[in-house]
């Protein structure tokens, strides 16, 4: 049973990850006063799946100098990386219980920086190397606000598993009480998913789509399920962190869809940042806040525990 919830949560993350993408096209597409997708299906509501037939019939380019395992294992280990994350999701029957799930979860997105950096080295091209330099650093910045934010209410809550915050977040939610660190842990998660403004390792104008120029076919298709598999995970564990609610509530899966929606739309309002800023924004003011909020619940609790005991 735990094999066949596994195999369909996999499959329901999939099918989520298309559909997401015609939700971005349709809605930076009425951002800039256009229609979007529109002719295949009612709607535009078969173009996702067009899209994947026509990416997996490319031809399949393989550069001369590139390096041949590494070039095609990252973008399966990309994607397989997105979707073992998954695992941690909290059903209440059948999945997999994580009693440690948020260590887990830091665990692979440690992992999946070495994808980024293998297929930016790999294919053996400058621009994809500095790409993947590129969102390698950037990852590991964020990843240490991350960390901390989590830390603090791993403090408050006592445990790793993340049925605890449904169960702290009866009442009321976490970012009633932690206003800025939700607002952190959202910049956090668009510079981890490598999403607009923090889309340096895809620097169109300076990197030529970076990390992954020399990807097509299949590849490129791989590399970008995983990263929509990506920003699907950071808007349910933001949803399960800070929003409280039921997974199988209609209300947990409308604020999942309002999450990945603010994703896009940041992606249609914001312009890029600059690289020396991302960086002095992760070191100089995400780092030192989360710490401060970090140290703030530590006390909080010793408080706690010693007014009780």
Do not use: H
Request: glycine content about 8%; charged content about 10%; some cysteine.
């Amino acid at each position: 049973m735990n094999l066949l919830s596994v195999i369909i949560l996999f499959v329901c993350v999939l099918v989520s990850v298309a559909f997401l993408t015609l939700l971005e096209r349709k809605v930076l597409g009425y951002i800039q006063i256009r229609k979007g997708p529109n002719k295949v299906g009612y709607c535009g509501i078969v173009q996702p799946f067009s899209d994947a037939i026509k990416l997996f019939t490319k031809e399949q380019t393989f550069p001369v100098m590139s390096n041949f395992l590494p070039y095609y294992g990252s973008p399966i280990f990309s994607l397989f990386v997105s979707l073992f994350i998954w695992l941690i999701t909290p059903f209440y029957y059948g999945g997999l219980d994580f009693e440690l799930g948020l260590l887990f979860f830091l665990c692979c997105t440690s992992v999946g920086v070495y994808t980024v950096m293998i297929a930016g080295w790999a294919s053996n091209s400058m621009y994809s190397l500095l790409g993947g330099l590129r969102a390698v650093a950037q990852t590991i910045s964020y990843e240490v606000s991350l960390a901390l934010i989590l830390m603090s209410f791993l403090f408050l809550g006592g445990g790793y598993n993340l049925f605890n915050f449904y169960e702290y977040q009866y009442y009321f939610w976490f970012i009633i009480i932690g206003f800025p660190l939700g607002i952190i842990w959202f910049a956090s998660c668009l510079a981890e998913t490598n999403r607009t403004p923090f889309d340096f390792a895809e620097g169109e104008s300076e990197l030529v789509s970076g990390f992954n120029i020399e990807y097509s076919s299949g590849g490129f298709a791989l590399i970008f399920m995983a990263e929509y598999a990506s920003i699907l995970f950071m808007s349910m564990l933001t949803v399960v962190l800070f929003l409280g609610g039921g997974l199988y509530s209609m209300f947990f899966i409308l604020k999942l869809v309002f999450v990945s929606f603010v994703f896009i739309w940041v992606r249609g309002t914001l312009p890029r940042f600059r690289y020396d800023k991302l960086m002095y924004l992760a070191w100089k003011s995400f780092l030192p806040i989360s710490l401060n909020y970090l140290i703030f619940f530590l006390g909080l609790k010793v408080m706690i525990i010693s007014v009780l005991f």
